[in-house]
C-alpha cells in the first residue's frame, strides 16, 4: 500500500471535483500528504462547449452549486491534508517539488495538462489517473460526449498508468457503468463522479495500487483510436437540440 501519496486535480471544477477529494481526505488521510491544485481545467472555450452540451434544467443545477462553493470553498474539508497550487506542472519548480515530496504514488485526477515525457523521465515515481472514459477507445476530452454520439452502451471509470503519450498508458482496472435513454453528458459525469461506487473504486484502487499495476488489463484489437478533441460545432448543436427539445439523446 503507498504510504505518501500526492493528488493532482484541478482548482477550477468546483461541482464534481470537491466531492471526490472529501471522499479520499476522509478515506485515504493517511496515505495522502499533499493535494496539488493544477490551474487550466477551465478555458473560456471549455466552458462554451460545456454549455451547449447542457440541458437548461442542469445549467441551473451547476451554477446553483457554484453559488453554494463560492460561500464555503474556505472552510477546510480535505482533514488537515496539505495542499499546492501549481501554474505549470512540468515546470523545474513542479519537478523539484515531485521529487523532494518522496512521494510513492503521484494520482491524477480531473488535472487537465499533460504530463509530459520530460516530466516522467526526471520524476522516478509512478504517475497513474483516472480516465472517465472508457480506453483506448474514448482518449482525451469528452469522454461522455463522444460515447453518447457513437450509442455506446457502456461508459466507464479507467484507472492506467501514464506515460508519454495521451491516455495512452497501460489500463490496470476499469469501473462500467450503463448507458440508459435518459442519460445526457452531464448525468453519466454524475454517475461517474458522485457515486459511492466510483468513490469505493478510487480508494481501492490506489491501496491495493502494487497489487493492480502488475495485472494490465489486455487489449489486443489492434485498433489505434484516435485523440478527441473538441466537437465539431454541427455536433454540439445536434445535442443542443436533441437535449432542450425533444428531452434526450
Not at 158 to 167: L, N, Q
Amino acid at each position: 500500500m503507498p504510504k505518501n501519496v500526492c493528488i493532482l486535480t484541478t482548482i477550477e471544477d468546483d461541482f464534481f471535483t470537491p466531492a471526490v477529494l472529501e471522499q479520499l481526505s476522509a478515506n485515504l488521510k493517511k496515505e495522502i500528504s499533499c493535494i496539488v491544485f493544477v490551474s487550466g481545467f477551465a478555458s473560456m472555450k471549455r466552458k462554451l462547449f460545456t454549455f451547449f452540451l447542457l440541458k437548461f434544467s442542469e445549467v441551473f443545477e451547476v451554477l446553483k452549486q457554484k453559488f453554494k462553493h463560492y460561500f464555503t470553498k474556505k472552510v477546510d474539508k480535505f482533514n488537515g491534508i496539505k495542499t499546492k497550487l501549481i501554474n505549470n506542472i512540468n515546470s523545474e519548480e513542479s519537478i523539484a517539488f515531485f521529487n523532494e515530496g518522496n512521494f510513492d504514488l503521484i494520482v491524477s485526477i480531473n488535472c487537465n495538462q499533460i504530463i509530459k515525457k520530460n516530466t516522467l523521465d526526471k520524476v522516478p515515481i509512478d504517475f497513474v489517473n483516472f480516465h472517465p472514459g472508457k480506453l483506448p477507445n474514448y482518449r482525451g476530452l469528452f469522454p461522455s460526449f463522444y460515447s453518447l454520439l457513437n450509442k455506446e452502451r457502456e461508459v466507464c471509470l479507467s484507472f492506467h498508468k501514464i506515460d508519454a503519450g495521451i491516455d495512452t498508458g497501460p489500463l490496470m482496472k476499469e469501473l462500467i457503468y450503463l448507458i440508459e435513454r435518459k442519460d445526457t453528458v452531464f448525468s453519466l459525469y454524475k454517475k461517474i463522479y458522485l457515486n459511492k461506487k466510483s468513490y469505493n473504486f478510487i480508494i481501492d484502487c490506489v491501496k491495493n495500487y502494487e497489487l493492480y499495476k502488475k495485472n494490465i488489463l489486455n487489449r489486443s484489437d489492434n485498433i489505434i483510436y484516435p485523440y478527441n478533441s473538441y466537437p465539431k460545432i454541427k455536433q454540439v448543436i445536434y445535442f443542443f437540440i436533441k437535449l432542450n427539445i425533444f428531452g434526450k439523446i
